[in-house]
């Protein structure tokens, strides 16, 4: 069965702020969002910021991985900065 998981993060206010000053910030994370998913061999599909929403990011990803083992790729993701991320929060669609 695959999966498209849609993890919606919030950022900390001192990283927006920083993200204010300095669009490399997100960049950046955006760049180790990229390797965690190469390294774990999932489909990227989407990232980039949601529209409407109060998270400032959102991250796609397309695998046939269960939710338990999505965990521990979401979990990374987290905590690529642990000062950066508020917290998040992830839609599943079943495909």
Known sequence: MKYVYL???????????SFLKDASVVANWMDKVKAICKK?????????SPYGLEEQLVVGIETDLAVDEFTKIKTELYQIDTGFIEYSKT?????
């Open 91 to 95: 839609t599943i669609i079943i495909q």
């Open 40 to 48: 774990h061999k999932v489909n990227l599909i989407i990232l980039g």
């Open 7 to 17: 993890s919606y993060f919030k950022m900390t206010q001192t990283a927006f702020q």
